[in-house]
């Protein structure tokens, strides 16, 4: 949503592609159908997916970049691993993502330019005790998106990796306080964020660290072991 606002202020046409048809409608009419077109779509459904694309070839829309932002964050853990859930994770996470890659790769190729920016997370390199699906499926997007990197070097096509430390969001409820804000300072606003992948959209960059501090002191816990890094996040969570 941020994005979107961020992205039309500055004149460009946004395609949204979301589960919630309300908050879409919303968000629309806020900015105007002008601007900001949407479908409402499972991204884990491969069927909704095409049927997504073949909406976006009627109306002649190619973007420019592909901001692969979808995310799914269940708890297949506990009380004992679900391997269910697991599956729709990387429905969502991996596959859903990489649907999009096949879609408009050639055309990309074939007009000389394009962007595709993988919205990854330092959970790419930590396991997480809530969740085997969410690490797992974050690190196999991050180097999905190496290999394609290695694929097409040299080609007009570029393929980028955000690579984003806690976000204020629904999704991450223990990085919040009661009223909705960010509970520690290097926890960033929805606002931030959006801003910080819009300059990976507008960079040249392979790999976007944000924010910077945060995930530089997130790289460093590497050669913490697990067990010890575990107990760290937990109370920092509390």
């Known amino acids: 949503k941020a994005l979107a606002e961020q992205l039309t202020m500055d004149g460009h046409l946004v395609w949204g592609v979301a589960r919630r048809k309300e908050l879409l409608e919303r968000l629309q009419l806020e900015i105007g159908a002008d601007k900001f077109l949407f479908s409402v779509c499972d991204v884990g459904n491969e069927e909704e997916n095409k049927s997504v694309l073949t909406q976006m070839n009627e109306k002649g829309f190619l973007p420019d970049a592909v901001v692969l932002n979808a995310a799914a964050f269940l708890n297949d853990a506990d009380p004992q691993y679900n391997h269910s859930l697991l599956v729709k994770t990387f429905r969502v996470n991996v596959f859903g993502a990489l649907f999009w890659i096949e879609s408009f790769l050639p ?126 996040s937990r109370y920092l969570k509390k």
């Not at 390199?125 to 690190?139: D, G, Q, V």
């Not at 430390?165 to 964020?193: C, H, I, N, Q």
């Open 107 to 232: 055309d990309f190729i074939k007009r000389g330019s394009g962007k595709f920016i993988a919205i990854s997370s330092v959970a790419a390199f930590r396991p997480n005790s809530k969740s085997i699906s969410l690490s797992a499926s974050k690190a196999a997007l991050s180097m999905a998106f190496r290999g394609f990197r290695f694929r097409y070097a040299g080609s007009s096509v570029r393929f980028q990796t955000v690579y984003l430390g806690p976000v204020a969001t629904e999704l991450a409820r223990e990085w919040m306080d009661s009223s909705g804000k960010p509970r520690y300072s290097f926890v960033l606003t929805p606002k931030e964020a959006a801003s910080a992948i819009k300059k990976a959209i507008q960079g040249k960059r392979t790999n976007y660290w944000i924010p910077f501090f945060i995930t530089f002191l997130f790289r460093l816990t590497l050669f913490l072991p697990d067990k010890l890094f575990i107990l760290v």
